[in-house]
């Protein structure tokens, strides 16, 4: 639970100046901070330097923290009016009902099995992407890395492999990208933003079956084809 709470707190933290930057609520900059969790890892991956690539998120993380002790009342109350939406109850919400909901929630699809949770894992093990010298992936050894960087972010946390700690990540992010959905609430519409907020993370169960069971990025890359075309 520790490690759980810790991930949300990092990802908030992370959301701390792109939104006071770019004068964004959370729910429309929190899609941004973790697909670029997942650029700035690529990046550092690209070097040989996973590892570093995961201690300068966190180390952005806590520098925001930081940040915010130094900031004005007149800045600190725009921040607040930002960050403290319906959105971040959303996702606070988002959290809690995901570790309950599939905390026994293990692979076992073919593709999962075979390499999905393979390419995680070794990404892991390694320190490295999963298809570097000494990997026992087999397939698809030419697959970019996308969704098991963000994983091994989520996973580096926890330090240690979970199929269900996959599963939580891989839906969290899928999610995410329908938050912003929730800008145009506030706290005085809560008979709106609920529903609003049920639906981001409902909907897209209706165009895959196996969403809720799977970590198949298929879904994934339409919530991204989706998002790009919203923003």
Known sequence: MLHYTLVFILITLLTIYPSHLFKRRFE??????????ML????????GMLPVGFYAIVAWALGSAAWVVWRSRA?????????LTPGLVGFAALFLLLGICMRLTLFYLWDEIAFWGPFIKETLRLDAFFNAAGTAVTVHLDYPPGTSL????WLKVFGYFSETQ?????????SSLLMPALANYSFRQPPR????????????AVFHSTYFMSIYPD???????GYAVYS
Request: charged content about 5%.
């Open 28 to 37: 429309e900059v929190l899609p941004c901070v973790l697909i670029g969790i």
């Open 40 to 47: 700035v890892l690529f990046l550092f991956g690209l070097l």
């Open 75 to 83: 800045e600190l109350a725009q921040m607040s009016w930002r960050l």
């Open 150 to 153: 963000f994983m091994y972010f």
């Open 166 to 174: 996959c599963m939580i990540a891989f839906h969290v992010l899928c």
């Open 193 to 204: 933003w609920v529903p609003a907020g049920l639906l981001a993370v409902l909907v897209p």
């Open 219 to 225: 879904v994934l890359l339409g919530l991204l084809f």
